[in-house]
């Protein structure tokens, strides 16, 4: 009687492909972690970025200046200085030009001011404009 030995089949794949796929698959999915902690897929985000376009202008008491906003917020505080004032002044999602009440005070014409517009969420856009 003649005993044979059974060949072992060499079908599928190595050890050290199977590996390196496991390892690219871990960096892909630690990249897209990543993505999300940070906040780099700007889809995601929900936080408004508001940025002034221009210089800004006061007049009467009230500020116009042109605002950029990734999203719908509001402004709900207005400071120049040591003085401050509510507000209750939505802002569109892209560019628009607005009209915003300031604290009572003296504006100096040719005088530039630095005004903190306090967002909804509680962000701070600093703005800068010239009183006429």
Known sequence: MIVQKAKKSKKGLSGAITALILVIASVIIALVVVFFAFGYLGAFSSSPTV?????????????????????????????????????????????GTYTIKLPSGTYAPGQTYTIDLVLSNGEVVTVSAIAC
């Open 51 to 95: 940025t002034q376009i221009g210089t800004g202008k006061i007049s009467g008491g009230k500020l116009c200046v042109t605002l950029s906003s990734n999203t719908q917020t509001k402004i709900v505080k207005v400071e120049v200085g040591s003085c401050s004032s509510p507000c209750n002044k939505p802002i569109s999602a892209g560019t």
